[in-house]
């Protein structure tokens, strides 16, 4: 080995260690910007317009969830209540919680509905039957809803930034991880519970109208 | 430390593969794709709970039921009523699109004043107060210069409340000048006041028929009442009845009837001559009626005989004797055997000696106020205001003959003659109308001779239209005073043509008005009310919605809680008297002969300048009567009709190879009314020498969805006017085409 080889073969590892170095950096970095950054900046966090105790309510009512979110005559459900249901009940200040009290003065007396932000809602292609799968299914709503009926706040509305929808249709795992059933609403999720329940995922159009 | 280009690309190589290993392009694939199915302006309807409010559509005559299905207060769907009389739950394309129109551009959302020209489409909005004072200063200035009959008011139909009220103002102003839009009616309406006694409209009781002879009406391209005639199609094929459509070119009507008949268009009463000539000849004739309820038969019958020549009735109907023979013998074998006319949908009144001679054809059945056959129908008397009380003014008005010339020494047997008041006006020595009201119809579009029509509306100094959406009358127009859409107020829908039983519906509101609209009868009410004396006094309701309690009175409780009023005693139609001099059916009375002596006149320009003969068609894929096409209908339409903004010319391979023209070449199609360049389309199922073009498009409204897409068939066409009736009976004309 001559005296100018062994130079460049040293330029050359000291090359080789630079180039590996902007590897990493560029993978490390990549990584920290895809599983930390870009979640961050996809969501943004929304309150509702009024933090609501579904605990309590839970407790005052004889029917359960379909207390008020029931279903109509024509099978169809009636999601989140309207005004109408809860003047029934909150046409004046019933108790001493500053939300409730908030809640007749700007909405109630207002005659205004509430804007409410609702965590389960799909793009308008998505058809959903609330009354094949409650009624005829017999399924449980915590099922894909989670918990939702013992909490004592509403918790926080993260939106996609891009889709506008809430963060709990992908779930809380921005990998899409899923330790409850409830974590997601994406198709392969329907998908997965449907070809348990019924041997197969069921055709396009059986959701998508 | 220095980034060399090595080392640059390594780092480009982490960050790719830091990145695949992250959620970050899986997930924003994903959210894109979500994206895309919510972008802001995707039209959702609002989820919620349906509600459901039966109604009656308005967009053709058919009167069909509807079911209206709103979330909240925004109509999401239309729907057929289940158990309606006339529809049982269907409904056609154009009713099925009404949401289209409530929610579309091409509403008219308030009181409009022309700015421009005519047909610019500038406008200044003007309060309905100023509007309304506007017109009345115009009318007071025609009674004030004893000048009422100066006033002329348009109406697709004569029938309800609105339109009665309308014919109402003009008489009591002094107007003699109140006319119906040409259609079928008028013809039917002639054909039984001559043979059976008037006044009265024609019933067919085709749910009972065993046999369908269809000179050319499109049974199922919108004949009368559509939905109606579709649903009847079908029952007939069900039955196993035969349906034999006689017809130029293979329409849906005839591609879907039993049998076929290619005909020579506008020999159509020839050919019910010569049936009419073999159930005579032969024997195949009810001799019951003949003998016992009708009059001059036998003078018929000898006339008949002696004129009536099979062989040349083949010759110009190019329909073969065997062809005519075998069908008078299976109408005649027929216990109800049900005769019609009245091509595609009807709109022009037609051939009176085809009426005539078809529905002869009835009468040899003796198939007439029976069971299964045709019927008499009295219109149902429940308007009965008081009598107009017409001061000095009125008096003289009205003395003076109608512009048009209908029920006159010229034109005794007509009631309207819409397709005359184009001609009247471009001859006109002096000015005979000052003023135009246009309700519920679109003259300046769909009325044949478009180029007459342009012309003669010059000549009105001012027109009023009151039309909901801007149609070509209402571009054409000076001040537009828009009345709510029909899914926006009450109104009363009498009897659709052709039904057989008299019935009303109740048109009702579905939803509060969207825009600054008024109905037409309020703003007439409030017109006459700023008169003084009789005009304010026959117009004497608050209101129209007052007006239309008080007309129905117990009616209105069952038609609320219905939908409708069903006149169901059959008996008294069936046993409905005839009301002519003799007290019989006429075979041959003074006026029947009288239209015999008529013969068709000759087609404009000659047959070597224009060797072809263009006929329009009707489908019920496109709108042609007072409502164009909406989005949805004109996406429907086939692509051999309508091809991007190209109209298709159907003719014959036979003529298109003497013509060296191939399919989708562009032509220039000219005829001695009007020029336009449109596409060619072979088809087979069009007799040679023959071309038709669709009716219905060519429209200079309609916004993006409309406008500009093909060719309005009436600039084309010319109108040719019955010398008996002076109906309209622009059935074809001649036609060349030229390579462009």
Redesign the interface.
């Known amino acids: 080995m001559t005296k100018g080889e062994s130079a460049s073969t040293n330029s050359s590892r000291g090359?080789g260690s630079?180039?590996?170095?902007?590897?990493?950096?560029?993978?490390?970095?990549?990584?920290v910007?895809?599983?930390i950054i870009?979640?961050m900046l996809?969501y943004s966090e929304k309150k509702q317009p009024i933090d609501y105790n579904h605990a309590i309510h839970l407790d005052a009512v004889d029917n359960g969830c379909e207390s008020c979110h029931f279903f109509?005559e024509?099978g169809?459900f009636?999601?989140i209540p309207?005004l109408s249901q809860c003047v029934d009940c909150h046409g004046e200040v019933q108790g001493s919680n500053p939300e409730e009290k908030r809640f007749v003065e700007e909405y109630v007396q207002k005659e205004t509905e509430v804007p409410w932000l609702a965590y389960s809602r799909q793009?308008?292609?998505v058809f959903f039957s609330h009354v094949v799968h409650v009624k005829t299914a017999e399924m449980k709503c915590e099922v894909c809803h989670g918990p939702i009926g013992s909490s004592e706040h509403s918790k926080e509305y993260e939106q996609?930034r891009?889709?506008?929808?809430s963060r709990a249709i992908?779930g809380p795992s921005?990998?899409?991880f899923r330790k409850n059933s409830w974590d997601s609403m994406k198709m392969d999720v329907c998908g997965q519970c449907h070809e348990k329940e019924t041997g197969s995922k069921g055709p396009c159009f059986q959701c998508h109208k | 430390?220095k980034?060399?280009r090595?080392?640059?690309l390594?780092?480009?190589?982490?960050?790719?593969?830091?990145?695949t290993?992250?959620?970050?392009p899986w997930?924003?694939m994903?959210?894109?794709s979500?994206?895309t199915?919510?972008w802001s302006w995707?039209p959702?309807p609002d989820?919620?709970?349906?509600t459901y409010i039966n109604s009656v559509c308005r967009l053709c005559s058919g009167a069909c039921g509807i079911t209206v299905r709103k979330i909240g207060n925004r109509v999401v769907k239309i729907e057929g009523q289940n158990g309606h009389p006339i529809n049982d739950g269907g409904i056609c394309l154009l009713g099925l699109s009404s949401p289209q129109i409530l929610y579309g551009q091409e509403r008219v959302q308030r009181p409009l004043k022309r700015d421009g020209k005519r047909g610019e489409g500038k406008w200044i909005p003007i309060s309905w107060e100023n509007a309304i004072q506007e017109v009345f200063s115009k009318l007071q200035q025609l009674r004030s210069q004893d000048m009422p009959n100066r006033l002329a008011c348009i109406t697709g139909t004569d029938q309800g409340t609105v339109p009665r009220l309308f014919e109402r103002f003009l008489t009591v102003f002094g107007s003699p000048n109140y006319i119906r839009m040409p259609s079928i009616v008028d013809s039917y309406e002639l054909t039984l006041n001559l043979m059976q006694g008037g006044p009265s409209s024609v019933g067919f009781d085709f749910e009972s028929a065993d046999y369908i002879l269809s000179f050319g009406s499109g049974i199922i391209d919108g004949w009368t009442s559509p939905v109606r005639m579709f649903k009847l199609n079908s029952q007939w094929k069900d039955k196993n009845i035969k349906c034999v459509q006689i017809e130029s070119r293979l329409s849906n009507s005839a591609a879907k009837a039993s049998q076929w008949i290619p005909i020579q268009p506008g020999t159509e009463a020839e050919l019910a001559m010569g049936i009419a000539h073999v159930m005579v000849k032969e024997n195949w004739y009810h001799p019951d009626f003949v003998q016992n309820q009708s009059n001059g038969f036998a003078e018929w019958r000898t006339k008949l005989m002696a004129n009536v020549n099979l062989e040349h009735i083949a010759t110009i109907t190019g329909v073969h004797q065997d062809v005519i023979i075998q069908v008078a013998k299976e109408f005649a074998n027929a216990s109800t055997p049900i005769a019609i006319c009245g091509q595609g949908r009807g709109l022009i009144p037609g051939n009176m000696r085809e009426f005539v001679a078809v529905h002869t054809l009835n009468a040899l059945k003796g198939n007439i106020n029976q069971k299964g056959g045709v019927g008499a129908l009295a219109e149902l008397d429940y308007i009965d205001w008081p009598e107009v009380m017409m001061d000095a003014i009125a008096t003289k008005g009205m003395a003076i003959e109608r512009i048009d010339h209908a029920n006159t020494d010229h034109y005794p047997y007509a009631r309207y003659l819409m397709s005359r008041l184009p001609k009247v006006l471009l001859n006109q020595k002096e000015p005979m109308l000052e003023m135009l009201f246009v309700l519920r119809s679109n003259p300046y579009y769909s009325l044949p001779g478009t180029a007459i029509i342009k012309e003669a509306w010059e000549k009105i100094p001012f027109i009023v239209s009151f039309s909901s959406v801007m149609d070509e009358t209402a571009l054409y127009s000076d001040l537009i005073l828009p009345e709510p859409f029909y899914l926006e107020t009450y109104e009363d829908i009498p009897t659709p043509t052709g039904y057989l039983y008299p019935m009303i519906g109740l048109m009702r509101p579905v939803i509060q008005p969207l825009y600054d609209t008024k109905p037409a009868a309020d703003v007439l009410i409030q017109l006459a009310q700023k008169f003084e004396g009789t005009v304010a006094k026959a117009f004497s309701w608050s209101n129209y919605q007052t007006c239309l309690e008080k007309t129905l009175k117990d009616k209105w409780d069952t038609m609320i809680k219905k939908g409708y009023f069903l006149d169901t005693s059959l008996s008294q139609v069936w046993k409905k008297e005839f009301t002519t001099l003799s007290g019989k059916f006429e075979f041959k009375n003074m006026e029947l002969k009288e239209l015999e002596k008529e013969t068709t006149p000759e087609l404009e320009g000659s047959k070597e300048q224009y060797p072809l003969l263009l006929i329009p068609y009707d489908s019920l894929r496109i709108a042609s009567t007072s409502v164009a096409n909406p989005p949805f209908v004109t996406k429907t339409i086939e692509d051999n009709v309508l091809k991007q903004n190209d109209v298709l010319l159907e003719i014959n391979p036979i003529t298109a190879k003497s013509l060296g023209v191939k399919e989708h070449d562009l032509v220039e199609i000219t005829t001695p009314h009007g020029r336009a360049i449109v596409r060619i389309h072979l088809f087979e199922g069009i007799m040679p020498g023959l071309i038709a073009m669709a009716r219905g498009l060519g429209h200079e409204t309609g916004g993006d969805y409309l406008y500009g897409k093909g060719v309005n068939v009436n600039s084309l066409l010319g109108s040719i006017e019955s010398p008996f009736s002076g109906f309209e009976m622009a059935y074809a004309t001649r036609a060349n085409l030229r390579h462009v």
């Open positions: 090359s630079i180039i590996f170095l902007f590897f990493i950096i560029g993978l490390i970095g990549s990584l910007v895809g599983w870009f979640p996809l109509r024509d169809t009636s999601g309207k793009p308008d292609c996609n891009i889709t506008g929808l992908w921005i990998a899409g | 430390m980034m060399d090595r080392a640059f390594s780092l480009g190589v982490g960050v790719a593969a830091g990145t290993l992250s959620p970050l997930k924003l994903d959210d894109i979500i994206w199915q919510n995707t959702v989820d919620g709970e349906c």
